[in-house]
């Protein structure tokens, strides 16, 4: 009986060797990432894509079952993240609680903001409420990760409890750690976003796609995250064998950007295009017209300082952005392109239902831009009134 007790605790019940506990391991965190980025993200968040309601409560049983989680609560902070990102609201920035905060401790963040039903109520809706949300995964999230518990231990013995120990560590590591903090700090970026995020690698399959944060910030709703041909998101290949199951409807796709060539003036499939590439006319914007110039006036500066000309020093403290500013007084060319994208960029802010006035905005400029006598920006001008929309094939 003794014998039998050791053997128990050992192994458990499958007698598995190692490597069989630690294929079992991979498979069990690799489900829950993809639950996490399928459901969670795409789908609940942001309705990118819509899963078959047997799958939908697939994921949803997962997530209950190894993450305790709470669709309403998750959905809620990451769309706060997104309204108001980068600020003392967001609970991911490590811009305002620090890296070592949001790396190490993010899930503490994640918890504090789920604490508040206002924004709960004001950033949830559209989530699962019925009876089993209602009585079983809400009110009883702590019963899943405990059931997970029983499991694993009944399965492998004491390697069982390690085994669960570290499937609760992982998404609160790789998710509210890695991805909202090192994505937020460290990488590369294909967008000039309005925030701080980035591209921690072109593939990580452990992660789901969301290494690729930078173009998710850029094209929140789309459901495919990787955008540039070296770029794997292994989340949306795992969307497109479920697509063609017929368990997974695309709904939307980050549109792709053609260039028409002997454009005059700038129409309503110029005006369409830039309003979906923001991000892209910023990034070309700096990357064709003014990253030259600073080439040739601004090489003496510190590479921090050359640096924030992409975000106009937004993340500059107060000291390093009078510098920046005295720099620019000083440079009058300098200064005048950096007017050109302040302006252009502000068209975006009018709103939506001015159309007509956006249209006439965007004419001016080209306008102006062309007349300007400023050889860069007039290729750039005569390139964005050439800018249309490839249809996404979903």
């Known amino acids: 009986m003794f ?41 609940a968040t942001h309705r990118g894509v819509d899963f078959h309601p047997l799958l939908t409560h697939a994921f949803r049983f997962w997530s209950w079952l190894t993450m305790a989680m709470v669709t309403k609560e998750w959905v809620a902070v990451h769309r706060l993240h997104h309204a108001r990102c980068e ?14 905060k949001v790396l190490w401790r993010g899930v503490e963040l994640y918890q504090d903001a789920r604490l508040d039903k206002a924004m709960l109520e004001k950033y949830g809706k559209g989530t699962p409420d019925d009876w089993l949300e209602r009585h079983v995964y809400t009110p009883r999230s702590t019963l899943g990760p405990v059931l997970m518990l029983v499991i694993d231990v009944a399965l492998f013995g004491l390697p069982g409890l390690l085994m ?25 970026r294909n967008f000039d976003t309005a925030d701080t995020a980035t591209n921690l ?16 910030h850029a094209f929140p709703s789309s459901a495919k995250f990787a955008l540039r041909r070296f770029e794997f998101d292994i989340g949306w290949a ?28 700038p129409d309503t499939e110029t005006l369409r295009a830039i309003m979906a590439h923001r991000w892209q006319v910023a990034t070309d914007y700096f990357v064709t017209v003014l990253k030259p110039q600073l080439r040739h006036e601004a090489s003496e500066l ?15 403290d107060e000291a390093h952005r009078e510098r920046l500013r005295a ?31 956006r249209m006439e905005a965007l004419r001016a400029w080209c306008a102006e831009a062309e007349a300007s006598g400023i050889h860069a920006l007039q290729e750039f001008s005569a390139r964005l009134k050439g800018y249309a929309l490839v249809p996404a094939r979903i």
């Open 302 to 316: 510190p590479r921090r300082l050359r640096r924030a000309f992409r975000s106009d020093g937004r993340w500059l």
């Open 327 to 357: 720099f620019i007084a000083e440079r009058p060319n300098l200064a005048s392109l950096l007017a050109y994208r302040q302006r252009l960029l502000a068209i975006y802010e009018l709103r939506s239902v001015e159309m007509d006035a």
């Open 164 to 188: 669960w120990a570290l499937q609760m560590a992982w998404i609160p590591f790789w998710a509210a750690g890695v991805i909202n903090g090192l994505g937020h700090w460290w990488g590369y």
């Open 87 to 100: 600020t003392d609201e967001d609970p991911h920035s490590p811009r305002f609680h620090g890296i070592n």
């Open 238 to 265: 795992a969307i497109r064998v479920f697509q063609t199951l017929r368990l997974a409807k695309v709904l939307r796709i980050a549109p792709q950007l053609n260039v028409r060539p002997n454009i005059s003036v």
């Open 3 to 43: 014998a039998a007790s050791l053997d128990w605790l050992s192994r458990g019940l499958t007698q598995a060797a190692y490597w069989q506990m630690a294929v079992y391991f991979l498979v069990m965190v690799q489900l829950t990432i993809f639950t996490t980025t399928l459901y969670l993200h795409r789908s």
């Open 201 to 216: 690698t072109p593939w990580a399959v452990w992660i789901g796609g969301e290494e690729l944060h930078n173009n998710h």
